[in-house]
């Protein structure tokens, strides 16, 4: 069963308070599927949340659509507006006016992507300043009747619509794959007479079906074109009767069922009236409503019926918007009302537009028979010389069947009311009550509002009336017979219950029981009238003991069976014949004889008057009788048997063509990543790092099974203590760090499926960028800064690419795995969206203020917006050296300082330019931040010139902090030796060993991936370079001249993430790949990966980086001598690391020329800084996905035992052993590793 929802007709009128306005309508289609009547969605701002509309699948009036400023109408799932009821008697969807004229807000996109049929009405869609797509809708599909029904569309011209995808045909909703319209009429065929779900004639919807269909059956549409009997389409609901044809009888049908809307329901809503087999809002004039077991049904009226007026926009007054004194006199006499009153000021003051007088107040009495109001009651103005509302002390039910935005009662703003004095009111069968801003307003506060309501969700809402003390000193209380159920105004006959006796509607203190002109009996606690059949008794003893003739102790005139009469029976109609009576001594009443036809004098047959046999008239009436129910039943019979033949014959046709055809794919791409599981023996847990509210973190030692290796890892166990929902946000965060892969994101390594489930990550070293920046804060540089500044936002903007908000983006969730390469973690708050998804709501926890936007902190909503808010105050914390933000503020007092304006201030050490791309972060309006990939632009155009951004005292003299130095490192290899271990990446990336060459296909861009380097020189020879060093550049280059001749081309290729591979599209612009400048007085350690075995008996350290070998100058090569070895202590290599940032006008197709090193033949400048950059004009770039580029990386590109390496590639400490440096052992090439870089 679909939940219902009833709708408005407020049109463009709209409550004075705003929010109380989306609040209402919130609460009118939360959750609701069919909108019985209009849905009116007026006067929003853009700030409010509404997908709570994504659940309507249909409306049985119209939709408006205006005024607002929102840019997205969430009706994905609306499927069918059936236009019951049309705006303006011509539009079923109407769209008009949704921007604001002051500013850039506005309607950008109709969601209804979903929406295939509207069976009455036109469209009218204009004056929308931003709205795209629009125009390209085929509403000649979707109308019904399109050339009946108007059509007003205008062309959108503007730029900065984006064009429909190229699969859609040029008609689409919006710009995505998934925003195409669905055509359901236009490509059927011919054949077919409604909708069709493809082009054949096998593809009909069945003639019952609505909006579509995904088969050929009538439970397989969209929607109904007449009714939905549980999921079928039906030409009718099933009726209360049914035809025997084997007794020839009508019988009740026990499976019959009730026509709701377009819907066959068993039971119709607790404030619809019953009709027949139909739920109503009202009786038609020849009926009248009555309660039978609790169900309120419409049955003739055996006198004259109770006069039923129209209400104001209901038939009759379909265009009245207000009682006025130019359609008050349709009221006159009336006892209920079918639809709503409403009183404006326009209607109580005149309105001289119309042409319409001001109201004479006594014409308001004519509302005192008013009983019943089907629809709401609204009082918006009142005469100011009526203090009260007591033209309505008849009105006993508000029936709430149409709602003013979820209100049946409204009161609101009316100075001059002191009382209500709606004392007959007994039921507001459903809507809120709003009764508001009256300043002199008494005894609201009095009334038990929930006895008059039907149903639990109904509230009222009561507020800004004079005070309770205010009334008290005025004496405007309940009289002191009143219950303390409350009062309408002042009297015992305003009581909404007594608390001794009630007559009528006056509370008494006791009721007339021997005593009075009229004696009464107690029921309870109501004074009950005697019957005026009834003598009255004596001062001692009772009149009657209940209401009616029958309960009567002594009667007046005659007693007729238990009845007192006034006189006997003379003629009355019985059951099968007339009744006469006579009158005995004792005034009671017996029967005439039975052949008497015209009264008696006595019991016996001659005491008949008028003696007359009427047996042949009774004869020949049942005989006319009898026939006419032969002639009924015979025409029933045959009616039945034709619609029997023809459901036969439709039932042969489906049965002849039906065809089963397969359903369509969802489109969604899979998520093809990889989840290791690893064994519990496989790990080691060491020491603990950490503990949080899931669990505890380890420092640990991964040792695959099968293999000898030791890798560093961080193990992060469950708490045994927590229940089912942290296993299952456990794994979510495992899902979501196993399905991203970024050089700067934290890669999963594995999980163990032990009893408490384990996560595996990469063990950084050097801990968190908070602690790091905060200990060497005296050694780090702008440089360093800014790069950290790029990185973070390039992982951002993979995790944007990705559709992941991280929602806990801060310093300390920013691990360091060397000075130049960090990588974000923590993604046990990150939520992946869904593909329709813009925006995440939280449903509670904790939550870092100080760190999120504003939206997150009063809505909890979550966005990619969001995430560049806490960015920047990431950036914030790395410029302040692990400052904390808004020191000294509270936690609660943070939303209010920043809607106040006030941020972080400017670091010291920030230029104007890096505090204003902070400042940027910080906009109220999400769309107004920049986007990830801004950022990471703007701070690479920032690392080029460090110094000029951000001013360090001592900024040229720093030295680069030493990836040992740090407290975190040192208490990790307190207990772990460091002989047998090996990094998790270099274990993790795959071998390629001869693979044959294939077709060789160029890229524009290297894939982040894979190595960059694509061509060999055969013109270098390393070992003569090698021999031109001098002594003085110490490092493990000293141990070249111990690889001595062995076996030829056997090593592998190791590839891993390049987190500089975005950048290469910059290619061809002026400083190629955005690289900064070198900076020559930096000393800086090179050491990347601290798990490296080092010499201790004065070898060189395995500490080269993996990117390349530090700056050669050219002086000290030229004063070498040709064979001088480089040799060193044990230290690091001192020199600093400067990358190549200059384009070489000799370089041509990729290879070197034009420079010249002595020894090296045609090498001639110093830009021999990092061998992975020598070239910037490299040819495009190859993807491992190309053979012939593997075979190149495999094949050229390795170490010879001989020592001559090939320029390609340079040795990568991060991954040499002590082993691996001894004489006669291959060198395996490294992965790629940066230095100083903008990544």
């Known amino acids: 069963m679909h939940v219902m929802c009833a709708g408005t007709e407020n049109k463009l009128s709209t409550l004075s308070d705003l929010d109380q306005q989306y609040q209402t309508m919130r609460k009118n289609y939360e959750n609701c599927e069919v909108v019985m009547g209009n849905l009116e969605i007026t006067s929003i701002d853009r700030s409010r949340n509404l997908t709570f509309l994504r659940s309507i699948r249909e409306v049985t009036g119209y939709v408006l659509v205006a005024l607002n400023q929102f840019d997205y109408l969430p009706l994905e799932n609306l499927r069918i507006i059936r236009g019951t009821k049309l705006y303006e008697d011509r539009y079923a969807l109407a769209i008009f006016l949704n921007y604001r004229r002051d500013g850039n807000s506005g309607l950008r996109q109709l969601g209804l992507k979903n929406l295939t049929e509207i069976l009455n009405g036109g469209v009218y869609v204009d004056r929308n300043n931003f709205l795209c797509h629009a125009d390209t809708i085929h509403w000649q599909d ?262 003013y935005s979820g209100i049946s009662l409204l009161v609101l703003k009316q100075q001059g009311i002191s009382s209500l004095q709606l004392q007959s009111l007994r039921e507001i069968s459903a809507g809120n009550v709003h009764v508001a801003d009256n300043s002199q307003l008494c005894y609201y506060n009095t009334i038990n509002w929930t006895r008059l309501f039907r149903t639990a969700h109904q509230k009222a809402l009561i507020r800004n009336n004079q005070s309770p003390e205010q009334c008290s000193k005025k004496r405007m209380v309940c009289d002191p017979l009143c219950s303390g159920a409350g009062c309408w105004g002042p009297g015992p006959d305003q009581c909404l219950s007594c608390k001794y006796f009630s007559r009528g509607r006056t509370c008494v203190d006791g009721c007339n029981l021997y005593e009075g002109e009229i004696r009464e009996y107690a029921n309870e606690s109501v004074c009950v009238e005697c019957d005026g059949q009834c003598e009255l008794a004596d001062d001692d003893s009772l009149t009657c003991h209940g209401p009616g003739p029958e309960h009567c102790e002594k009667c007046l005139h005659f007693k007729d069976g238990p009845n007192c009469v006034e006189k006997c029976p003379d003629g009355l109609q019985g059951a099968n014949s007339f009744i006469f009576k006579y009158a005995e001594a004792n005034n009671e009443c017996h029967p005439c004889h039975a052949n008497c036809t015209q009264g008696c004098i006595g019991p016996r047959l001659q005491d008949c008057i008028g003696l007359m046999d009427r047996t042949p008239l009774i004869a020949a009436g049942v005989i006319g009788v009898l026939f006419m129910v032969v002639i009924l039943v015979l025409s029933v019979a045959v009616s039945v048997r034709r619609k029997n033949i023809k459901k036969k014959r439709a039932l042969r046709r489906f049965l002849e063509t039906e065809l089963v055809e397969p359903l369509t794919p969802s489109g969604t791409a899979p998520n093809q990543a990889q989840l290791r599981i690893l064994k519990e023996t496989e790990l080691k847990r060491v020491k603990v790092l950490g503990s949080g509210a899931f669990g505890t973190v380890y420092k640990g030692i991964w040792v695959p099974e099968g293999e000898k290796v030791k890798i560093p890892v961080a193990v992060k166990i469950l708490n045994e203590a927590t229940g089912p929902k942290a296993n299952v946000e456990f794994m979510d965060e495992a899902l979501i760090m196993a399905s991203m892969e970024h050089p700067h994101l934290v890669r999963l390594l594995g999980v163990c499926l032990s009893p408490t489930i384990q996560l595996v990550t990469q063990l950084m070293p050097h801990g968190c960028l908070l602690d790091y920046v905060h200990e060497h804060k005296d050694n780090i540089g702008s440089q360093l800064l800014l790069n950290w500044c790029v990185q973070i936002a390039k992982g951002m903007m993979y995790l944007e690419e990705r559709r992941l908000v991280h929602r806990d983006l801060a310093a300390r969730n920013v691990l360091v795995k060397s000075p130049n390469h960090i990588k974000i973690t923590d993604f046990g708050l990150a939520r992946l969206l869904d593909v329709n998804e813009k925006e995440y709501n939280a449903d509670g926890g904790k939550m870092a203020i100080k760190w999120m936007a504003l939206e997150c902190i009063h809505y909890r909503k979550f966005t990619h917006q969001s995430d560049v808010w806490s960015y920047g105050v990431t950036i914030w914390e790395l410029m302040t050296f692990g400052g904390k933000p808004y020191d000294g503020i509270s936690t609660r007092d943070i939303p209010d300082l920043l809607e106040k304006g006030e941020r972080l201030p400017q670091p010291p050490i920030c230029t104007i330019d890096v505090y204003m791309v902070m400042v940027k972060c910080w906009m109220i309006d999400a769309d107004s931040r920049p986007k990830f990939k801004e950022l990471a632009a703007e701070f690479t155009r920032m690392a080029r010139d460090p110094q000029r951004y951000l001013v360090i005292q001592g900024d040229d003299c720093m030295k680069l902090p030493g990836p040992n130095d740090s407290k975190f490192f040192q208490s990790l290899l307190a207990e772990e030796e460091l002989e047998d271990l090996m990094d998790a990446e270099e274990y993790l990336v795959p071998h390629s060993f001869n693979i044959p060459p294939l077709a060789y296909t160029p890229r524009t861009r290297m894939d982040s991936n894979k190595n960059q380097f694509g061509y060999q020189d055969p013109s270098f020879s390393m070992e003569k370079m090698l021999a031109t060093l001098p002594r003085g550049v110490s490092g493990t280059l000293g141990a070249v001249s111990a690889l001595t001749t062995g076996q030829d081309d056997s090593s592998g290729q190791r590839y891993s993430a390049d987190p500089t591979g975005l950048l290469s599209e910059r290619g061809a612009k002026g400083d190629q790949d955005g690289y900064m400048a070198a900076m020559r007085d930096k000393k800086i350690s090179v050491e990347e990966n601290p798990f490296v075995t080092r010499r201790r008996n004065g070898d060189a350290h395995a500490v080269m980086d993996g990117a390349g070998c530090h700056t050669l100058h050219i002086a000290a090569a030229a004063a070498a001598p040709k064979n001088q070895h480089i040799h060193g202590d044990d230290e690091y290599i001192n020199e600093p690391l400067y990358l190549n940032t200059f384009l070489n006008p000799g370089d041509k197709n990729g290879l070197t020329g034009g420079v010249s090193i002595p020894g090296l033949g045609s090498l001639a400048k110093a830009n021999f800084d990092n061998p992975e950059y020598w070239q910037h004009s490299l040819p495009p770039k190859s993807s491992l996905h190309n053979p012939e580029y593997l075979q190149d990386c495999s094949t050229r590109f390795f170490y010879r035992q001989n020592g001559r390496i090939r320029p390609a590639v340079a040795e990568n400490q991060e991954y040499l052993s002590e082993a691996a440096m001894k004489a006669g052992n291959v060198l395996p090439p490294p992965p790629y590793r940066q230095r100083n870089t903008v990544v």
């Open 142 to 403: 979707i109308v019904k009747h399109p050339r009946i029904h108007p059509l007003v569309v205008p062309t959108n011209s503007s730029i900065t619509c984006q064009k429909c995808h190229r699969s859609c045909n040029g008609r689409c909703w919006g710009p995505k794959v998934d925003q195409c319209q669905s055509l359901t009429k236009t490509v059927c065929a011919e054949q077919c007479d409604g909708r069709c779900f493809g082009p054949y004639i096998s593809d009909c919807c069945h003639r019952e079906c609505a909006g579509g269909c995904y088969g050929p059956k009538d439970t397989d549409c969209f929607a109904c074109t007449n009714f939905n009997d549980s999921g079928a389409c039906v030409t009718q609901c099933p009726q209360p009767f049914f035809y025997n044809s084997i007794t020839f009888q009508l019988e009740h049908n026990v499976r019959t069922k009730y026509t709701y809307g377009a819907f066959c329901v068993k039971k119709c809503p607790h404030n619809f009236v019953v009709d027949h087999s139909s739920c109503v809002r009202a009786c038609p004039s020849n009926k009248m409503e009555v309660e039978e077991n609790g169900i309120k049904i419409c049955i003739p009226c055996t006198d004259i019926c109770p006069k039923a007026c129209d209400g104001i926009g209901t038939a009759s007054l379909q265009t009245a918007q207000t009682v006025d004194s130019s359609n008050i006199d349709k009221f006159v006499n009336c006892t209920k009302i079918n639809g709503n009153l409403v009183f404006l000021i326009t209607g109580i003051k005149g309105d001289s537009y119309h042409n319409i007088e001001a109201l004479d107040p006594e014409k308001l009495n004519v509302f005192r028979t008013v009983r019943e109001i089907t629809g709401f009651l609204n009082i918006q103005s009142w005469p100011d010389n009526m203090t009260d509302l007591s033209v309505f002390s008849n009105l006993a039910t508000i029936g709430g069947r149409t709602l």
